[in-house]
């Protein structure tokens, strides 16, 4: 049974840090393209990083860039968004994603609907 799990989320005040791991099993994330997404009051998911499963390099979207980092440890079968200097407006539940074989076209990462396996997403608090 394959399945994606987030942890690590909680409260964060203002200019901090926070270490989201989403860890796989029931497949080997070095065959699947994983992305990390937030969703926002708006209920809108925004594309924040993601890995290309053909060569393992790492994009990032507009949200991310510069503040928000992502590795992958594919020993632990693991993929964690190092996310700095937060924001309030970065308060969202995050989610990572994965799927087979999925590579990135023109440096964008894969919109959501690419991606069949779904963590159950954690939420991230950024407030005083």
């Known amino acids: 049974q394959v399945q994606l799990v987030e942890s690590g989320g909680g409260s964060v005040q203002p200019g901090g840090s926070a270490r989201l791991s989403c860890t796989a099993s029931?497949?080997?994330?070095?065959?699947?393209?994983v992305g990390w997404f937030r969703e926002g009051p708006d209920k809108k998911l925004q594309e924040l990083a993601c890995i290309d499963s053909r060569d393992g390099k790492i994009y990032y979207s507009y949200p991310a860039r510069g503040r928000f980092t992502m590795s992958v440890d594919y020993g632990k079968n693991t993929v964690d968004l190092q996310m700095n200097n937060l924001k309030p407006d970065d308060s969202a539940l995050y989610y990572c994603?994965?799927?087979?074989?999925?590579?990135?076209?023109?440096?964008?990462?894969?919109?959501?609907?690419?991606?069949?396996?779904w963590g159950q997403g954690i939420q991230v608090t950024v407030s005083t």
């Open positions: 994603a994965a799927e087979v074989g999925l590579g990135v076209v023109g440096f964008q990462c894969p919109r959501d609907w690419s991606y069949n396996e």
């Open positions: 029931g497949l080997d994330l070095k065959d699947y393209g």
